[in-house]
T-cell receptor, first 116, second 111 residues
Framework: ETGVTQSPTHLIKTRGQQVTLRCSSQSGHNTVSWYQQALGQGPQFIFQ?????ENGRGNFPPRFSGLQFPNYSSELNVNALELDDSALYLC?????????WGDGYTFGSGTRLTVV | QKEVEQDPGPLSVPEGAIVSLNCTYSNSAFQYFMWYRQYSRKGPELLMYTYSSGNKEDGRFTAQVDKSSKYISLFIRDSQPSDSATYLCAMTSTNAGKSTFGDGTTLTVKP
């Protein structure tokens, strides 16, 4: 069973609303990445956090923001929701300080967000 | 055009067949290459990773990287029904947490 837990598993929001998605990583995993996976597509990198600071960002607008906490949990916040934000949102965490590829990343099962 | 293109599938094979999954990419800065397996309603699970060009074998799985052609492959020998899933290639120039993924190939292995 994965050591990364995401909540909620499913969520329905209305266009224009704001949403917060949560991720709880394994103890010691100080690097967390968030991805957006639209139906039938591969995950797209949103941003990464390392020791509570943003450590790289993909091609997503500023209304996508995040936080990482000392207890190895993190949040993804999306403001002004659009219909195209409907997707599976995945978080992935790694033990290595900078999340080097050799350690791999453990993904959670995701939050399925539907914007209507 | 996407940085990573993956053979779309879907792919359906009989049990015991050899499966070949492929991706091409355009960014020559990519140097770390990964294959993930994703079951329905689950997050991706790392299968194999390779640095630069070459082959890597792990049980029934073999990953190949040809950087000169910007082409990577995953071979599955003696495929099993439990291998039925979506396979995603991913690659990065920095760390695996900032990967660029292909769109996946859905594989069905029929008993």
């Amino acid at each position: 069973e994965t050591g990364v837990t995401q909540s909620p598993t499913h969520l329905i929001k209305t266009r224009g609303q704001q949403v917060t998605l949560r991720c709880s990583s394994q103890s010691g995993h100080n690097t967390v990445s968030w991805y957006q996976q639209a139906l039938g597509q591969g995950p797209q990198f949103i941003f990464q956090y390392y020791r509570e600071e943003e450590n790289g960002r993909g091609n997503f607008p500023p209304r996508f923001s995040g936080l990482q906490f000392p207890n190895y949990s993190s949040e993804l916040n999306v403001n002004a929701l659009e219909l195209d934000d409907s997707a599976l949102y995945l978080c992935a965490s790694s033990l290595t300080g900078r999340g080097l590829w050799g350690d791999g990343y453990t993904f959670g099962s995701g939050t399925r967000l539907t914007v209507v | 055009q996407k940085e990573v293109e993956q053979d779309p599938g879907p792919l359906s094979v009989p049990e015991g067949a050899i499966v070949s999954l492929n991706c091409t990419y355009s960014n020559s800065a990519f140097q770390y290459f990964m294959w993930y397996r994703q079951y329905s309603r689950k997050g991706p699970e790392l299968l194999m990773y390779t640095y630069s060009s070459g082959n890597k074998e792990d049980g029934r799985f073999t990953a190949q990287v040809d950087k000169s052609s910007k082409y990577i492959s995953l071979f599955i020998r003696d495929s099993q029904p439990s291998d039925s899933a979506t396979y995603l290639c991913a690659m990065t120039s920095t760390n695996a947490g900032k990967s660029t993924f292909g769109d996946g190939t859905t594989l069905t292995v029929k008993p």
